[in-house]
Structures are given as C-alpha cells and as structure tokens.
C-alpha cells in the first residue's frame, strides 16, 4: 500500500478555491477504484496557502498510469477544470506504508 500525497501551493487568497475544486474531484477518483481513503488538507503551519490531496494506492504502476491519463477522464476532467490557474508549484510525495 502507498500513500500519495500531492501538495500544491496556491496563489495568495485563491486556496480555498482550490479546495473545492479537490474535494469534488476526490469524489471521482474515489469512485474509479484507483484510490481510496482521499482526504483534502491544508496548511497550519506550514508555507502559506498549501493546499494537499492525500490518497491511498494499492499498485503504484497502476495510479501513476491513471495519473498520466487523467485527461482522458471527462468527469474528472470537468472536476479539475481550472485548478492550474490557482496554483503556483508543488510536487509529489510518495510512501509506502508499512
């Protein structure tokens, strides 16, 4: 099992737009199978305006394929619709859990 944890950092004042659009999406990640126990976080203290989708994977080669064809999802498509335009950077954590 691994957890992926993708942490964005969002423009000034546009996190919690960010947040929405991750929540809805979650729904449609969850739904495919790929990825289960999604969660949206946020920062406390940590560098401002850090917004990270964290789910669980069984297979990695699996999730990273699904990753990679992300645009070939409609419905996940029309979710994330917009999100890049809030963001700055970020990147992606990977772990397996032991």
């Known amino acids: 099992m691994f957890l ?21 999406a979650s729904q449609h990640l969850e739904t495919s199978g790929m990825v289960k126990n999604t969660r949206v976080l946020t920062d406390t203290a940590s560098t401002f305006w850090t917004v ?10 699996s999730y990273l394929s699904m990753a990679h064809g992300v645009s070939n999802s409609k419905e996940l498509g029309e979710a994330m619709k917009g999100y890049i335009d809030l963001v700055n950077g970020g990147h992606r954590e990977i772990f397996r859990i032991e």
């Open 52 to 61: 990270i989708i964290e789910s669980e994977v069984e297979d990695l080669n």
């Open 4 to 24: 992926i944890r993708n942490v964005f950092h969002a423009h000034p004042g546009k996190a919690k737009e960010l947040v929405k659009i991750f929540k809805n």
